[in-house]
């Protein structure tokens, strides 16, 4: 089992950044495909970012690529977002998720583990 904690959410103007991270409990967090997820009131949860095990290569969604940046710590078992340039469109609640086995990064249903997720608003 792998414990996941996301915090660093928060209210932020347009144009503005945020870091988000998510803090890995349990069985060994290098061992896992890590990634971020996000979902919007009535919308699907869609991908954001993902990272293997190693810390690359990386993946992201066409929305987010060049604006957000997704790293891991492997030493610190915690998993970071850094988001900038960030516009209301990126307003949603943010999870992270953890995988052990996938075909597809950026496929939620191949993620075995999800934490609670933490709110991001951007205002115009």
């Known amino acids: 089992q792998v414990q996941l904690v996301e915090s660093g959410g928060g209210l932020v103007q347009a144009g503005g950044s945020l870091r988000l991270s998510c803090a890995a409990s349990g069985r060994i967090f290098s061992g896992y495909v890590m990634g971020w997820f996000r979902q919007a009131p009535g919308k699907a949860r869609e991908f954001v970012a993902a990272v293997m095990w190693s810390g690359t290569p990386t993946y992201y969604a066409d929305s987010v690529k060049g604006r957000f940046i997704i790293s891991r710590d492997n030493a610190k078992n915690t998993m970071y977002l850094q988001m900038n340039g960030l516009k209301p469109e990126d307003t949603a609640v943010y999870f992270c998720?953890?995988?052990?086995?996938?075909?597809?990064?950026?496929?939620?249903?191949?993620?075995?583990?999800w934490g609670q997720g933490t709110q991001v608003t951007v205002s115009s």
């Open positions: 998720a953890a995988s052990y086995i996938l075909t597809r990064t950026d496929s939620a249903s191949q993620y075995q583990y």
